[in-house]
């Protein structure tokens, strides 16, 4: 049995009712067969697959906070810190219902190659809780963070693992959290990243990963002779990731149509009104059914269906395996020319894989996605500085990785026969890079 099989096969014995991390980890090790193929007596010798695909510490606290009511409640917290071979832990959290170990595991395992894709030393690492944020006060919420940093920040720290944010947690959960690792510790050091522009945040983080995905989106079209202006964009979510991608790709000269939450989706033939969501959505922190009151001539369906709108391209931009290969078919049957993922693997492997096999662009969330976190490492550099930079200085920053991480992909997957997968050449560009800092640090 090849060395990738075994490992794939020894992932599921060991880590069962975990689908989204034997997901995860069966895509990239689907990737790197080539390139293990060539190095398989020194990866072997010194087991860098088994290594890779295990956390370096798996963390999981209780976390008890009190609602408006006086009643106490228990949520369960988790940090995985996967692999710190080119730098400090670094990876969001995510408060939504359905966290568990295996999610927290496929996100920290897609973290370390997405990182290492930025070209900036940040190592890979992803928390969080099944805490729901859905209709608590801010009291409440503040509550529950608090006591989620009690736990969290005897593991963190600057220099060993800077968390942020991902779904249900943003601006305002980071600020709680960033008190109260400040209190606890007596530390103001750039624990988090996503803070507040009064304490250490930086420009340009809250809008990282969606104008990260257009910029990646429009230097892959151009290098295939297109471009955003003028084209129809369909996005999923309404969240940070779909808002700043839609005010991207409108500023690029792109109609963008739709854009959903958990319980509905708005078609808006005349495009998104970007000024009415951003008050639905980060001020009101409503539903999208609200939208139809600002835009009487929108369309809200319930449950899901923006994959259906014809579009040249479709960016993802809510949550894992919410593009199916139903989505996939009717995607390429209106003609669509370019998928990029905002979210993390949104796609599932059926869908990804007939786009590519249908001719379209695909670029999977280790790259579309990384300008968030990209941003977040240059956030860790004003920090450490002590110095704040222009919106311009960052914004031009951000481009230049992605339109190098394009080129960066597209090379990796042309070395190894495979143009234009750029799933493959996410996944083995991402990886060389930790491969080689495992090797070189000897067995750790
Ligand atoms: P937000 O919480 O800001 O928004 C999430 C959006 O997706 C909301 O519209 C939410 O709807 C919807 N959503 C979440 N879960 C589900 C679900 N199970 N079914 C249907 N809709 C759902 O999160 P972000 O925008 O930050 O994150 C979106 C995606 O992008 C995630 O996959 C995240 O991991 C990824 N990502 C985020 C980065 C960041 O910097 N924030 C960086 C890189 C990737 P509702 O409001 O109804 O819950
Ligand atoms: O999935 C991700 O890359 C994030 N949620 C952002 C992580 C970060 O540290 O900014």
């Known amino acids: 049995m ?25 895509e990239v090790l689907e990737s790197l067969r080539v390139i293990v193929e060539k190095n398989e007596e020194a990866y072997r010798r010194d087991a860098i697959l088994e290594r890779l695909v295990n956390p370096e510490r798996q963390i999981k606290f209780r976390v008890p906070w009190i609602d408006r009511h006086g009643q106490v409640h228990v949520n369960t917290g988790y940090r995985v810190q996967f692999n710190s071979a080119i730098g400090p832990y670094k990876g969001g959290l995510r408060f939504h219902p359905s966290v568990n170990i295996g999610i927290i595991k496929f996100l920290g395992f897609e973290q370390i190659f997405k990182n290492s894709l930025t070209g900036l030393p940040i190592g890979g690492g992803k928390g969080g809780s099944d805490f729901d944020p859905k209709g608590k006060t801010d009291r409440e919420i503040m509550s529950f963070c608090q006591n989620f940093m009690t736990e969290l920040s005897k593991y963190i720290g600057a220099d060993t693992d800077v968390p942020a944010g ?11 959290m960033f008190g109260q690792y400040k209190k606890l510790r007596g530390l103001f050091e750039g624990v988090l990243t996503g803070k507040g522009l009064s304490y250490g945040g930086s420009l340009v983080r809250t809008e990282a990963t969606g104008y990260g995905l257009l910029y990646i989106v429009e230097e892959m079209l151009k290098s295939h002779g297109h471009d955003m202006a003028g084209k129809t964009v369909v996005v999923s979510g309404a969240g940070n990731v779909a808002i700043y991608a839609i005010e991207k790709a409108q500023q690029m000269g792109a109609k963008v149509v739709t854009c959903s939450d958990s319980t509905g989706w708005v078609y808006d033939p005349e495009g998104i009104d970007l000024k009415a969501l951003k008050e639905i959505k980060e001020v009101k922190r409503a539903r999208l059914t609200e939208y139809k009151k600002y835009r009487p001539d929108s369309e809200y369906h319930e449950g899901r269906g923006v994959w259906q709108i014809k579009c040249d391209v479709a960016l993802p931009c809510a949550t894992q395996n ?11 049957e209106n003609g669509v020319i370019a998928v990029a993922e905002g979210a ?4 599932t492997p059926e869908a990804f894989k007939y786009l590519q096999e249908h001719g379209v662009l695909f670029l999977p969330g280790k790259a579309a996605n990384a300008g968030g976190v990209a941003t977040s490492a240059l956030e860790m550099s004003q920090n450490s500085e002590r110095l704040h930079w222009t919106f311009e200085e960052a914004d031009c920053k951000l481009k230049s990785i992605m339109v190098d991480l394009y080129h960066h992909i597209d090379d990796a997957a042309k070395r190894y026969g495979m143009e234009g997968n750029y799933v493959a050449g996410a996944n083995i560009a991402g990886f060389e890079k930790v491969a080689d800092a495992m090797l070189a640090q000897g067995i750790v």
Do not use: W
Not at 166 to 176: L, M, N
């Open 166 to 176: 991902d779904i249900g947690v943003g601006g305002r959960e980071i600020g709680y």
């Open 344 to 347: 993390n693997m949104p796609d």
């Open 322 to 332: 919410e593009l199916g290969i139903e989505d996939a078919k009717l995607l390429v």
């Open 2 to 26: 090849s060395y990738t099989d075994e490992i794939m096969e020894r992932v599921i014995r060991e880590n069962p009712n975990e689908p989204e991390f034997h997901q995860a980890v069966r």
